[in-house]
């Protein structure tokens, strides 16, 4: 499985942005999915999951503001993110995994994209 971020890029503050990425094959064998962030010296942080059947999560920091969602038609993983604020500039990671258990936090997720840079300025 390999997957492409795409989306990213400098929006200033109360802008929306739209990441996507795209999943190598189909996602029918994929049950978990996930976007992370991270900044500069810091550990990479959950911002939002999903699961073939439509549980969901989201970091506090982001709740109302940002959704996640999947489009099996273009076999991509997207995050809708709204109400920007310059604490949202990180660079933003997509993962998934064949596992309900990594949605759970059992397992860390199998693949992972690259990540695209998001900067929102003040």
């Known amino acids: 499985v390999q997957l492409q971020a795409s989306g990213g890029g400098l929006v200033q503050a109360g802008g929306s942005l739209t990441l996507s990425c795209a999943v190598s094959g189909s996602l029918d064998s994929i049950h978990s999915m996930a976007w992370y962030y991270q900044v500069p010296g810091k550990q990479r942080e959950l911002v939002a999951s999903?699961?073939?059947?439509?549980?969901?999560f989201y970091a506090e920091s982001v709740k109302g503001r940002f959704t996640i969602s999947r489009d099996n038609a273009r076999n991509t993983v997207d995050l809708q993110m709204n109400s920007l604020k310059p604490e949202d500039t990180a660079v933003y990671y997509c993962?998934?995994?064949?596992?309900?258990?990594?949605?759970?936090?059992?397992?860390?997720?199998?693949?992972w994209g690259r990540g695209t840079q998001v900067t929102v300025s003040s």
């Open positions: 993962a998934v995994d064949s596992r309900v258990g990594a949605f759970l936090g059992l397992y860390e997720y199998d693949y």
């Open positions: 999903l699961t073939s059947s439509g549980s969901t």
